[in-house]
């Protein structure tokens, strides 16, 4: 019976062994983990975690032990720290400044004074003359710096 057991405490051993193994990174390859990898690198690395395994350590400090001598990147999953939070909110910065620019853009669009203004011209009752001033005057602005009221200020100076 005790075969049995050992056979079960070897197979649970190497079982997690292979986990550990496909959270790390093939410093060699670089997009293989070391236990879909066929390098040198790849093999000595699954030697030193199996060993590392019957030693009786935790995955905890297997990685720690593999972060301290290959550094950060071959984890799979890196830490969330001040370095990496850039790269992890990014996306969710990108998109609110989006939302945020689209809103600003209605939020104008729905409290334009000027288009306010000249829709209560038009459903006035006026003269010609009287609702063709009201447009003058209620006309918006001119964008100071776009291409095309450039192009047609020097078309009207020709």
């Given at each position: 019976m005790e075969n049995g057991d050992d056979a079960k405490a070897a197979q649970l051993l190497e079982t997690r062994a292979r986990n550990i193994s496909h959270n790390v990174r093939c410093t060699e390859c670089g997009s293989q983990s070391i236990e879909d990898s066929q390098?040198?690198?790849a093999i000595l690395l699954r030697k030193l975690i199996r060993d590392e395994v019957r030693a009786g350590k935790t995955d905890k400090e297997i990685f720690k032990k593999l972060?301290?001598?290959f550094g950060e990147t071959v984890l799979y999953?890196?830490?969330f720290d001040v370095q990496t939070a850039a790269?992890?909110?990014s996306p969710f910065l990108l998109?609110?400044?989006?939302?945020g620019i689209w809103a600003y853009g209605r939020h104008r669009q729905k409290n334009n004074v000027h288009v306010m203004a000249l829709d209560l011209v038009r459903?006035?009752?006026l003269t010609p003359k009287e609702k063709q001033t009201m447009l003058d005057l209620l006309k918006p602005p001119m964008p100071r710096s776009t291409l095309?009221?450039?192009l047609r200020r020097?078309?009207?100076r020709q």
């Open positions: 390098a040198d690198i972060e301290d001598n999953t890196p830490k790269i992890w909110l998109a609110g400044a989006g939302v459903a006035v009752p095309s009221s450039w020097w078309e009207e």
